[in-house]
């Protein structure tokens, strides 16, 4: 198989992942694929040569490899690793739907976009990027647990035991390397349960900065609210409104001396008034008395 076509396929999505994506990615093809392509497969090459009962019995030996290895470790290995893997060619897909619908709509409405940033996780990019992680998440615990049920907790004995027909009785049958194959086995389900911790890692921090997002725009949504009903109007007029033109502005500041200077400055000035008005009046009553 050719994962590295398979890999540059699914780094398309690194652009459109968190840093929990991108760790997540890294351990598939670092720890996964290059240990399964590299090592696994030679140590797993034999397994069927070097597989040896204690009967000559024809058919026993087949039997009985049957019986110890229901299915292969490396075909369970790689069908995992595509059922994990094919998830985010969802993400990938819709992203590129999205370009396609948003390069149709700047044709139609004369340079407009439909969408500011295509690869963005908002709508519907959003939902399909959740489920592709719960697809990831659940595709590994469900082949870890038929790994694990197949072979008793992943272990991998020296000495088996198999007393299936055509075996004309119970015999010994032993594998190659099962230390090394355990070693192995070990490691990828390690591997696989940390790619697990990391989905469930982005799942929670999608899921929270979105709850955050849509608490902040609630609550900037309230305040607006808040100062649109509840805004501030006079409560009297102005008191310039209710000042007398003629009225003169005392400065509050000043002194009770300054005061009584004013006032005996302003004494002067209606005493000169009423003498005019005497004056003017008595030139009146002279003009009418010479008539």
Wanted: proline share 4%.
């Amino acid at each position: 198989m050719n994962w590295s076509a398979l890999e540059s396929l699914i780094s398309g999505v690194n652009k459109y992942s968190t840093v929990f994506g991108r760790v997540w990615l890294s351990m598939v093809f670092v720890f996964r694929v290059m240990v399964f392509v590299v090592a696994a497969q030679r140590v797993w090459g034999d397994e069927n040569k070097d597989f040896v009962c204690n009967t000559a019995q024809p058919g026993c030996n087949n039997v009985c490899y049957d019986y110890v290895f229901p299915i292969s470790h490396i075909r369970l290995w790689a069908l995992q690793l595509i059922f994990v893997t094919c998830p985010s060619l969802m993400v990938v897909g819709h992203v590129k739907y999205r370009e396609k619908k948003d390069m149709q709509y700047t044709t139609s409405h004369k340079g407009a976009h439909l969408y500011a940033h295509p690869g963005k996780k908002r709508g519907g990019l959003w939902w399909t990027y959740l489920v592709s992680l719960i697809f990831k998440a659940g595709f590994d615990a469900g082949f870890l647990y038929i790994l694990h049920h197949v072979y008793a907790g992943y272990d991998m004995p020296r000495l088996s035991k198999c007393s299936l027909p055509p075996c004309p009785n119970t015999v010994d049958c032993y594998i190659s390397r099962p230390t090394e194959k355990k070693i192995f086995t070990i490691f990828m389900v390690v591997s696989s349960a940390l790619c697990i911790l990391m989905c469930i890692c982005e799942m929670v921090y999608l899921i929270c900065k979105r709850v955050q997002k849509l608490i902040k725009k609630k609550t900037d949504a309230d305040r607006k609210l808040f100062a649109e009903s509840h805004e501030m109007s006079p409560l009297a007029k102005p008191r310039s409104e209710f000042r007398s033109k003629t009225s003169v502005r005392m400065d509050p500041t000043a002194s009770i001396q300054n005061l009584s200077n004013t006032k005996t400055e302003e004494k002067p000035s209606m005493k000169e008034t009423e003498r005019e008005m005497r004056r003017m009046h008595k030139l009146v009553e002279q003009h009418f008395s010479s008539e």
